[in-house]
């Protein structure tokens, strides 16, 4: 489907629309504790799956961050901060903010059509220190809902605006300053390309870069396939490692540029949050298999 325009005030540019957003108003401190709260209420089930990943990735803005908060990001795929902590970082901040937490939160919890009671939870008590009112909570909820409903339903471009749209002002109506919570338009964005998945393209892809994404990358890619090759390891968790590969092997342009230059890359951290989450599964046979591979196309050392 094309990207669907939203109906923002014709007379500001987009370069004025995130100059006045949340993202360029607040500080590093707040956005660490904005993200972590993220990732804290994404892992509140036990773990972030690669929906819920994927739209944390395309939601991070780093342009203010120094290396140490973007490395702080980094650890946060896999070991997500206190989401107490982070709110309490962020009760006295701007309203917009707040706004901006709660309506990313829960459609980052929803990124996988279902919510799960700990993440509803992590969501309540995010909404009570946050006094975010339930009026606005519930227009949240909805939108979330419409815009699944929108991506399901038909891939009519007039329609989908019309539909779209209309949800937006919904969420105006209820006091949420769309334009200014997420400028970038990461959860209106119907443009993706969708990517299917199988063991040729995995391999394709793989032989093609390895030298170019690094013996990390292509390591943990490995032992993720091997890992769902298993048949012992569940179907929820060959999922996720599914999930996984099939962002790894999407084109260049269908992957968020979050952390370009600073030594992590969206395929390292989505690799990774996938191996904390099938961790269990990830046995000695698996390990030596990817270590077999790396040996024949990397050598010993």
Same mark, same amino acid.
């Given at each position: 489907?094309?990207?669907?325009?939203?109906?923002?005030?014709?007379?500001?540019?987009?370069?004025? $629309?995130? &100059?006045?957003?949340? #993202?360029?108003?607040?500080?590093?401190?707040?956005? @660490?504790?904005?993200?972590?709260?993220?990732?804290?209420?994404?892992?509140?089930?036990?773990?972030?799956?690669?929906?819920?990943?994927?739209?944390? #990735?395309?939601?991070?803005? +780093?342009?203010?961050?120094? !290396?140490?908060?973007?490395?702080?990001?980094?650890?946060?795929?896999?070991?997500?901060?206190?989401?107490?902590?982070? +709110?309490?970082?962020?009760?006295?901040?701007?309203?917009?903010?707040?706004?901006?937490?709660?309506?990313? *939160?829960?459609? $980052?919890?929803?990124?996988?059509?279902?919510?799960?009671?700990?993440?509803?939870?992590?969501?309540?008590? *995010?909404?009570?220190? +946050? &006094? %975010?009112?339930?009026?606005?909570?519930? &227009?949240?909820?909805?939108?979330?809902?419409?815009?699944?409903? %929108?991506?399901?339903?038909?891939?009519?471009?007039?329609? *989908?605006?019309?539909?779209?749209?209309?949800?937006? *002002?919904?969420?105006?109506?209820?006091?949420?300053?769309?334009? @200014?919570?997420?400028?970038?338009?990461?959860?209106?964005?119907?443009? !993706?390309?969708? $990517?299917?998945?199988?063991? !040729?393209?995995?391999?394709?892809? @793989?032989?093609?870069?390895?030298?170019?994404?690094?013996?990390?990358?292509?390591?943990?890619?490995?032992?993720?396939?091997?890992?769902?090759?298993?048949?012992?390891?569940?179907?929820?968790?060959?999922?996720?490692?599914?999930g996984a590969l099939t962002y790894f092997i999407s084109p260049v342009d269908a992957i968020p540029d979050i952390l370009v230059g600073v030594g992590f890359t969206?395929?390292?951290?989505?690799? @990774?949050?996938a191996i904390a989450t099938v961790s269990i599964y990830i046995n000695a046979e698996t390990k030596q298999q990817a270590k077999q591979k790396m040996s024949e196309?990397?050598?010993?050392?």
């Open positions: 489907m094309p990207n669907v325009p939203i109906d923002l005030d014709s007379t500001m540019s987009e370069q004025d $629309i995130f &100059a006045k957003s949340i #993202f360029a108003k607040s500080s590093e401190s707040e956005l @660490l504790a904005f993200y972590g709260a993220l990732f804290a209420i994404a892992a509140a089930d036990g773990s972030i799956d690669i929906d819920e990943m994927n739209l944390l #990735f395309k939601t991070i803005s +780093l342009d203010k961050f120094s !290396e140490a908060a973007k490395s702080q990001i980094q650890s946060y795929t896999t070991s997500p901060p206190s989401l107490d902590n982070c +709110l309490q970082t962020l009760s006295n901040s701007e309203n917009s903010l707040h706004l901006g937490v709660m309506y990313f *939160a829960i459609n $980052i919890a929803w990124a996988n059509n279902t919510l799960h009671p700990e993440e509803n939870r992590a969501i309540s008590s *995010a909404q009570t220190i +946050l &006094a %975010i009112p339930d009026t606005q909570i519930q &227009a949240m909820q909805e939108f979330a809902e419409d815009l699944r409903a %929108i991506r399901e339903a038909s891939s009519h471009k007039n329609r *989908a605006t019309k539909s779209l749209n209309s949800a937006v *002002a919904k969420l105006k109506n209820a006091g949420i300053p769309l334009d @200014l919570i997420d400028p970038k338009g990461t959860t209106t964005n119907f443009g !993706e390309v969708t $990517i299917e998945y199988s063991d !040729e393209s995995f391999w394709e892809k @793989l032989k093609k870069f390895a030298l170019t994404a690094g013996k990390e990358v292509v390591e943990k890619a490995l032992t993720l396939y091997y890992t769902a090759q298993n048949p012992n390891v569940p179907a929820w968790a060959k999922t996720v490692v599914v969206d395929d390292l951290g989505v690799l @990774l949050a196309w990397f050598g010993n050392k």
